[in-house]
């Protein structure tokens, strides 16, 4: 029993984790704050105009390169491919070439919204994969790894995956809903100079 307490404390801590997060998300609120970040040493941090940046990834299984990409929310598995293929952009994407499109305000505002809330969600859910790696991390490394939790976190870690995903794929919905036809096609004859 006392060798399968850190076992337990550590579930515990988890699904209060993922309890809260749970009704955070049913209840529509949410923190624009990235609080993943509050838990790195602070040699490690360097402070630039941007957001954090991570020189070495803390979370052994995380490269540096993919832990500043979920700390940051930014862009990786090409989640959005089978939207942009299909005349589907992203939201950043049209705001970048906004001049050109001949954006009115209506648009670009409709067009911030969008790309702060896919913004939200990758770093929401970016913090969430790198809590669940330290989670997987800690298990194997104090040999309190079984089939039950390989299992739970292998699921959440895919959970969250289809999250991000959702996220990319529905911002781009909402743009190519936001932009006319012709707008499109001109943001996609601009991206391929």
Do not use: W
């Not at 988890?14 to 509050?38: C, E, P, R």
Request: aromatic share 6%; proline share 5%.
């Amino acid at each position: 029993m006392i060798k399968q307490l850190p076992l337990i404390v550590l579930f515990l801590l988890f699904l209060t984790t993922a309890k809260a997060q749970t009704k955070a998300d049913s209840t529509g609120s949410h923190s624009h704050l990235d609080t993943t970040a509050k838990h790195l040493p602070r040699k490690n941090i360097k402070r630039s105009p941007g957001p954090l940046v991570v020189p070495h990834s803390p979370v052994k299984t995380l490269s540096d390169v993919k832990y500043n990409t979920l700390l940051k929310g930014g862009d990786f598995d090409d989640m959005a491919l089978a939207a942009v293929l299909n005349h589907y952009p992203l939201p950043d994407s049209a705001l970048k070439y906004k001049v050109q499109l001949g954006l009115n305000p209506d648009q670009i505002s409709k067009l911030k919204d969008v790309s702060s809330v896919l913004h939200r969600k990758k770093v929401e859910m970016g913090g969430n994969i790198i809590h669940n790696e330290k989670m997987l991390d800690t298990l194997f490394k104090i040999k309190q790894a079984d089939d039950g939790t390989i299992i739970f976190y292998t699921n959440r870690y895919g959970l969250y995956l289809g999250e991000i995903r959702n996220a990319v794929l529905q911002a781009c919905y909402k743009t190519e809903n936001i932009l006319s036809d012709v707008q499109i096609k001109k943001l996609e004859s601009l991206e391929k100079l």
